[in-house]
């Protein structure tokens, strides 16, 4: 019987629960079937610190090699490695990990060479099919005459950490205290040697790998996962503390008082600094749930901004086609030109301590110049007919006055002081919300207002 993959193969990866819902039978097919849609000769492949992840990447890579497939593994690595070592080396990649998800989960984030995105539009979708029918029928055998392909090791951590600083110049800053959560996750990896050199004092928690996540989940976006973060700060007296999520890909900032920096105050502090960069002109891409702030700085310092989609591989997009020089999201994910499009959130912080360490106030100063708003957050609500609450929540806003609907991705409403949006989730039974407004009391009024139609 063919495997059913609908749970498993989402918008753009490839996650589920290891291995009720896949294992390293399935891990080989979608190595085979990753390079026969790709036509790749060659590919790169990483993992995480998960359990899992070893057997499923090596599996993966056998599956590739049998179809006559150079492998090259670079092992332990963030995401953001991975998509350093597709660029440099100009090959297609898999990463094996669930980012933030909990240890019992693993999946497959996949690019083609350049670190382009493979998602259900550019790839995915195939590689699906390919996967379901092989599970039935088995995989058929090479090509006559297909050589197996090779597998063999390299290192890309010193080569990562050093483009990255080839990026972000540090080497004047002031010297800076700065702690660290890995939280269990990649960032104990790649931390070590990106800082090495700079003027930084590092205060390193939960650097230890280990996939099983002992101290928190290693999902920033959380409050909970950042608070033992934020009170480290505070008892080290840092200048700032950097959060990072499972796979390292995503960075969340703490000030100097140990209160969270928006990441879309982050987005248009990197926004202004790489439009400097490039002589004050540019593209930028936000999602459409980042702050007004965005925007708003974007053309303050000559860009252009450009309003996209919620998700990696639509902003990689559109990047790619409008040649844009940075991209930012509301969940810490920083895309830079300059990193073959892909996301870094390792880069974004060098940004940060750059910035930082470039004048003498303290971070919350530095920060509220692009922090102009008040915003919920995300709100999730698990709704069974995502469908039906989007269309009662659209007919109480069509009429309104003054309101303005777009449907880009779910739900948009905007008004002179506030807007909100509402979208389901790809992974998960949700509806989740995102509102910004003017002033406190506004945005409550908002929030509550929706979240009644939302929970109805």
Request: contains cysteine; glycine residues 10%; negative net charge.
């Amino acid at each position: 019987m063919a495997a059913d993959l609908s749970n498993i193969v989402k918008a753009y990866d490839v996650r589920g629960v290891v291995p009720d819902e896949w294992d390293e039978a399935l891990a080989e097919l979608f190595g085979a079937a990753f390079t026969e849609v790709t036509g790749a000769t060659a590919i790169v492949v990483g993992h995480d610190m998960r359990p899992s992840s070893p057997g499923l990447s090596a599996a993966f890579a056998r599956g590739a090699a049998a179809r006559g497939t150079d492998v090259t593994l670079i092992g332990l690595c963030s995401t953001d490695q991975l998509y350093y070592a597709s660029g440099k080396l100009d090959l297609p990649g898999a990463m094996f990990t669930a980012s933030h998800n909990p240890a019992r989960y693993n999946g497959i984030k996949l690019c083609r060479a350049g670190a382009a995105p493979v998602g259900q539009d550019t790839g995915l979708t195939d590689i699906r099919a390919l996967v379901e029918q092989w599970s039935e029928q088995g995989l058929p055998a090479a090509p006559e005459g297909t050589t197996p392909g090779t597998v063999t090791g390299q290192d890309t951590l010193v080569g990562y950490a050093e483009h990255l600083k080839s990026l972000v110049d540090l080497t004047g800053i002031r010297p800076l205290k700065v702690v660290v959560d890995a939280g269990n996750g990649m960032g104990g990896h790649t931390v070590p040697t990106v800082f090495e050199g700079l003027p930084l004092e590092l205060v390193p928690m939960y650097f230890e790998l280990d996939g099983t996540f002992p101290n928190h989940e290693a999902n920033p976006l959380d409050p909970k996962n950042i608070v033992d973060l934020q009170e480290r700060v505070k008892a080290e007296g840092a200048d700032l503390g950097l959060a990072f999520d499972g796979d390292a890909d995503r960075c969340f900032v703490v000030d100097e008082r140990g209160e969270g920096v928006s990441p879309s105050a982050v987005t248009a502090l990197v926004a202004a600094r790489e439009l400097a960069r490039n002589g004050g002109t540019g593209t930028v891409i936000h999602n459409l749930i980042t702050s007004w702030s965005v925007p708003e700085v974007v053309r303050e310092n000559g860009g252009t901004p450009v309003r996209t989609r919620v998700g990696h591989s639509f902003i990689k997009e559109e990047m790619a086609r409008s040649g844009a020089i940075f991209g930012g999201e509301h969940s810490a994910h920083y895309y830079f030109k300059d990193f073959w499009n892909a996301d870094t959130g390792m880069l974004a912080a060098l940004h940060v301590l750059a910035a930082l360490g470039g004048q003498e106030g303290p971070l919350s100063e530095l920060v509220s110049s692009y922090d102009r708003y008040t915003g919920s957050g995300e709100i999730n609500s698990t709704v069974a007919d995502q469908a039906g609450r989007l269309a009662a929540v659209k007919a109480a806003y069509a009429g309104a006055d003054g309101v303005a609907l777009d449907e880009l991705d779910g739900l948009t409403a905007t008004a002179a002081d506030w807007w909100f949006n509402l979208r389901p989730s790809n992974t998960e039974p949700l509806l989740r919300l995102n509102v910004e407004a003017r002033d406190p009391e506004t945005l409550a009024r908002i929030r509550d207002e929706v979240l009644a139609l939302v929970r109805a």
